[in-house]
């Protein structure tokens, strides 16, 4: 398929690298691409970053049948882009897809137009200490329609948007909240689908965890509300006895790309490793045992966040000593120094790109 290039006339003024905060400023330019079920996906283009115009009876504005996924492009001390595990998040994308009927995308040609992209917006890239360019790949339906069906039309689109440090005071552990009111996902639902239903399912227990002064929710299995699944938009992890333990991909919780590397790596270091369920009993007895060592998250956004203090029914466990474990901190350097070019890629992880 080809991949026609317009390019903007009246190009942005780049951000000051030490004032970006999340996902508020976008970048020139933008990639699209259409389906319909004559063409198929067709009219690949990367044009002017502008809004999508919608009939209000568009069905992504209706019934959120729409899939997105989330990674970076890093800039490394010499100067240099470069891209972590993309082709992760464009199969991933065809994961979600399936579980949402939207026709797949050709996942070696969404990479190619992907790259182009970043070549185009090379200078996009901050050069500030662990500040990124966050890239969000989404894909919508587009039938103006009200019925309840899968849309035979969409859009798929690409857009960028340099991101601040996400620990401009540094690496700091954060105090999560367990609820058994409100739950994420369920098996057999779109747990492990980057889709907008299941964050419109996590705001309001989010909030809640907020106003009781925690910064993110711990979800627990939607059925027994016993074993644990995540946190907040992040897998989890526990060390446990010096064994590193996570819940398994079981249908109910997004299969991160960090969590995937956090286990390559661990198995690379020779740390015993386990993917299997953890009641949230198991948790609170380990800790009262004193084997429970460490919890933390793992996620493209924070990369690694570790938890100090765990609130579950009327208790509140301090893990560890409250601050950073050596474990979550080794994964946290050794994930951060591979995606900014600071030690050598063990994996074949890094992809890097030329500026166009
Ligand atoms: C619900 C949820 N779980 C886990 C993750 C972590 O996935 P990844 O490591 O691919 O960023 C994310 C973020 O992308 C998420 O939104």
């Not at 690298?17 to 063409?39: A, C, R, V």
């Not at 998040?89 to 996942?107: F, G, H, K, T, V």
Request: proline share 7%; glycine share 8%.
């Amino acid at each position: 398929m080809d991949l026609k290039i317009t390019k903007t006339r009246t190009p942005k003024p780049l951000p000051d690298d030490s004032k970006l905060g999340f996902g508020q400023i976008f970048t020139d330019h933008m990639f699209n691409m259409d389906y319909n079920p004559e063409q198929g996906w067709h009219d690949a283009r990367i044009e002017p970053y502008g809004p999508i115009v919608m009939d209000p009876a568009t069905m992504v504005l209706h019934y959120g049948q729409a899939i997105f996924d989330g990674l970076k492009a890093y800039r490394t001390g010499s100067g240099n882009v470069q891209l972590f595990r993309p082709q992760q998040n464009m199969s991933r994308m065809n994961r979600s897809a399936q579980l949402l009927c939207i026709p797949e995308i050709d996942e070696a040609f969404a990479l190619k137009a992907l790259k182009k992209l970043i070549a185009i917006e090379h200078d996009w890239v901050p050069r500030a200490q662990e500040t990124s360019l966050y890239i969000r790949p989404t894909i919508v339906a587009m039938d103006p329609y009200l019925g309840v069906r899968p849309s035979h039309t969409y859009r798929f689109f690409i857009i960028l948007s340099p991101v601040g440090a996400y620990y401009p005071e540094g690496f700091n552990p954060v105090k999560i909240w367990v609820t058994d009111k409100y739950v994420r996902a369920v098996r057999g639902g779109l747990g492990e689908a980057k889709t907008p239903a299941n964050y419109a399912a996590s705001l309001l227990g989010a909030e809640m965890a907020k106003e009781a002064g925690y910064t993110q929710v711990l979800w627990l299995d939607a059925v027994e509300q016993r074993y644990i699944d995540e946190v907040g938009t992040m897998n989890i992890f526990f060390v446990v006895d010096g064994e590193l333990v996570t819940p398994p991909l079981g249908g109910s919780i997004l299969p991160g790309i960090t969590r995937d590397s956090v286990l390559a790596l661990a198995r690379l270091w020779n740390l015993p490793v386990s993917e299997r369920n953890i009641a949230i009993d198991e948790a609170v007895a380990a800790h009262k045992t004193g084997a429970l060592q460490e919890i933390f998250g793992s996620g493209t956004a924070a990369v690694i966040s570790p938890v100090s203090h765990l609130a579950w029914k009327d208790e509140v466990l301090v893990v560890g000593d409250g601050a950073v474990g050596p474990i979550a901190q080794r994964f946290y350097d050794t994930l951060t120094d591979i995606q900014y070019g600071r030690v050598e890629d063990p994996f074949g992880w890094i992809v890097p790109i030329e500026k166009a």
